[in-house]
């Protein structure tokens, strides 16, 4: 005779009496606290999709604004640092009029990371 634990069938002896009404309560909460993780998982993914295209739609209008002043902005993700890029360009030239944080405060950005990394790494 088997018994059903958590989806796994146990095989049960006579000498050690399985009782299966006291794992049902255990079973259900396994499966409440699965079905919420699919709800929560759904709903970041719901959440992150939309602050996309918010960003989408801001950059775009971004984008639309700086032609006024006869400028092209260009957007980039640093993943090193995990900030965004803004470089204004000249669309004539096709120059980097200015950078957004400048390249100086980008690397002094990367190092601090690396060496806040490399301090866990020795606390570790």
Do not use: C, W
């Amino acid at each position: 005779m088997t018994t059903e634990i958590l989806g796994a069938s146990v095989p049960s002896s006579p000498s050690i009496p399985m009782n299966t009404k006291k794992s049902e309560p255990i079973i259900e909460v396994v499966q409440n606290l699965e079905s919420t993780q699919a709800k929560i998982q759904k709903n970041a993914e719901v959440t992150i999709e939309k602050t996309r295209k918010d960003v989408e739609i801001a950059i775009n209008e971004l984008q639309e604004l700086s032609k006024s002043f006869n400028r092209r902005l260009k957007f980039q993700i640093d993943e090193n640092v995990d900030s965004i890029i803004v470089k204004v360009i000249d669309p004539e030239t096709e120059k980097v009029i200015k950078e957004y944080p400048s390249k100086e405060l980008q690397m002094v950005h990367k190092r601090i990371k690396e060496a806040i990394g490399l301090l866990f790494d020795v606390l570790a």
